[in-house]
């Protein structure tokens, strides 16, 4: 007598294969998704104000009177602000 059914290892093989797939996938798509949120915060922090800056200068040589530079401001997720 046999302890597993004849076609359990034919079916436990593929879904055990797809189910490493999909941790491969969801491992990929969340460090993407890291990824993605350092480079926005750095171009927020590190080239926004460089930016404003430049415009500012611009503006000033066109006689153009611009509001003051936005703060930039960080949302989490979890609804925490932080300002930077």
């Known amino acids: 007598m046999h302890l597993f059914p004849s076609g359990f290892f034919g079916v436990l093989v593929p879904v055990l294969v797809q189910f490493v797939l999909f941790l491969r996938w969801l491992h990929r798509r969340m460090r993407n998704d890291e990824i993605v949120r350092a480079f ?9 104000p460089h930016i404003y800056t430049a415009l500012h200068e611009i503006a000033k040589q066109q006689g153009i009177d611009l509001p003051e530079t936005p703060m930039v401001r960080f949302v989490d997720l979890n609804g925490h602000r932080r300002s930077s």
Do not use: G, K
Request: glycine fraction near 0%; aromatic fraction near 0%; proline fraction near 0%.
């Open 40 to 48: 926005v915060r750095d171009i927020a922090a590190n080239h926004l």
